[in-house]
């Protein structure tokens, strides 16, 4: 009687030649690529999906697919409805999801921009990443002044009425940012925006011009002028702000302030891959430049 074969044993290392090798100049693995694309068509369908419809959206054989589904299926990486044959992401790809997120310590990265942006600004330099529509302060470089404005970390950075909130909200999903412009929005101060249809002209604005300047609206004599970090996807990681006294960040921002923090972003940026910054006219000054 034959030995049943391993799943593994079914797995293609068969090169792509040529033109289709990586970057690098090493060659590119096909069953990977292949394992890779069925993974992000699963990702990317809103449904369990059947063999034969991931198979055309992939364009490939129904046998060259279902191959490579039951080696992730064995490995754990995808799951298959018993009932409708569908095939979705699987579980051991949370923990890989989990260990990833906890591996991508934007904190890490940002340190050395944050002290370079302090030092040239003589400002106290914040880190927030998104959270819910609200941005929730990550990391903070205090100024060297005499009297230092600090943040505290884990603080919520309201969505409308700071600048790293408004930023955090321009680039958000659409659904996000109608729930948090038709909750009630306080009033801190005085100068604090609530009305949603000033709000919605500011996020378009921040989307079009990649920052946004807060003055005197969560406390009086406190401003902040923030710009967005963003991924390779185009998705915002991440917001990194001047904060300190209106005396020395105002509306409108001085030209040299706004340069630096706007190419401090786009340096960090650059780190994640990204290309959102280009076109914006914002330069690469060789300050934010890290080996």
């Known amino acids: 009687?034959?030995?049943?074969?391993?799943?593994?044993?079914?797995?293609?290392?068969?090169?792509?030649?040529?033109?289709?090798?990586?970057?690098?100049?090493?060659?590119?693995?096909?069953?990977?690529?292949?394992?890779?694309?069925?993974?992000?068509?699963?990702?990317?369908?809103?449904?369990?999906?059947?063999?034969?419809?991931?198979?055309?959206?992939?364009?490939?054989?129904?046998?060259?697919?279902?191959?490579?589904?039951?080696?992730?299926?064995?490995?754990?990486?995808?799951?298959?409805?018993?009932?409708?044959?569908?095939?979705?992401?699987?579980?051991?790809?949370?923990?890989?999801?989990?260990?990833?997120?906890?591996?991508?310590?934007?904190?890490?990265?940002?340190?050395?921009?944050?002290?370079?942006?302090?030092?040239?600004?003589?400002?106290?330099?914040?880190?927030?990443?998104?959270?819910?529509?609200d941005a929730i302060v990550n990391a903070v470089v205090d100024s060297p002044n005499m009297v230092t404005i600090s943040v505290r970390l884990g603080y919520r950075l309201p969505a409308h009425a700071s600048a790293q909130g408004r930023v955090t909200l321009a680039f958000a999903p659409a659904a996000v940012q109608q729930r948090v412009l038709a909750r009630k929005l306080l009033s801190y101060t005085p100068r604090t925006v609530v009305e949603p249809g000033a709000l919605r002209n500011r996020l378009e604005k921040i989307r079009r011009e990649f920052y946004e300047v807060a003055m005197d609206e969560t406390l009086l004599g406190i401003s902040a002028v923030a710009a967005p970090v963003m991924n390779f996807d185009g998705e915002l990681v991440g917001s990194i702000a001047i904060v300190g006294t209106t005396q020395y960040v105002h509306e409108p921002v001085e030209p040299e302030q706004l340069k630096l923090l706007l190419a401090c972003a786009k340096a960090m940026s650059l780190k994640l891959n990204s290309t959102a910054y280009e076109g914006l006219g914002v330069p690469s000054l060789k300050e934010f430049i890290f080996d």
């Open 1 to 133: 009687m034959e030995k049943p074969k391993h799943p593994l044993q079914d797995v293609s290392a068969e090169l792509i030649d040529g033109d289709e090798s990586s970057e690098k100049g090493g060659p590119l693995i096909q069953s990977v690529v292949s394992a890779t694309e069925i993974l992000e068509a699963l990702a990317a369908a809103a449904q369990p999906v059947r063999l034969t419809a991931l198979a055309n959206q992939l364009g490939e054989t129904k046998a060259k697919i279902h191959r490579h589904l039951s080696t992730l299926k064995f490995l754990g990486f995808v799951d298959q409805d018993s009932q409708t044959e569908c095939y979705r992401l699987g579980p051991k790809l949370v923990h890989l999801g989990q260990a990833a997120t906890d591996q991508f310590d934007l904190r890490r990265l940002a340190e050395p921009y944050m002290v370079r942006l302090r030092d040239l600004t003589h400002q106290t330099v914040v880190l927030s990443m998104p959270a819910n529509g």
